[in-house]
């Protein structure tokens, strides 16, 4: 090795490692939001079939999407909301939250709505 070649394999880590330890952190926090955004998903899925039964009521699928989230979701999905918006022959039920972050000042925000017809009982005339 020759003098001018001392200290480069320091300042090559030095420069490397943070660069490919924030690569780990974001592909980490990508994995955190996708799973996130599935956990929405599937509890805006649980209210809706909870809400559009015949003879259940808007707040029995909301009910049903918060329990989801707080038994099921644990801490991957902060501060959700669940908003339903009920018309006379569809209903729909929107998730929204925030993905946790393994880097600082990154929010990673997740929203995701499941919507279908009321079921409703007719008759064939």
Do not use: C
């Not at 020759?2 to 924030?22: H, I």
């Not at 259940?56 to 908003?83: D, N």
């Amino acid at each position: 090795m020759s003098e001018r070649e001392r200290g480069s394999a320091t300042l090559e880590a030095a420069l490397v490692y943070p660069a490919v330890l924030l690569l780990v952190m974001l592909t980490m926090n990508t994995a955190l939001w996708f799973h996130a955004r599935t956990l929405a998903m599937a509890a805006a899925q649980e209210g809706l079939r909870a809400g559009r039964t015949h003879g259940s009521s808007p707040s029995a699928g909301q009910a049903t999407a918060e329990r989801f989230i707080r038994e099921i979701g644990g801490s991957f999905l902060t501060h959700p909301k669940v908003a339903l918006t009920r018309d006379v022959d569809t209903l729909e039920v929107s998730v929204s939250g925030q993905a946790i972050s393994l880097v600082p000042l990154l929010t990673l925000t997740v929203t995701q709505v499941a919507r279908a017809p009321i079921e409703k009982w007719t008759t064939s005339g």
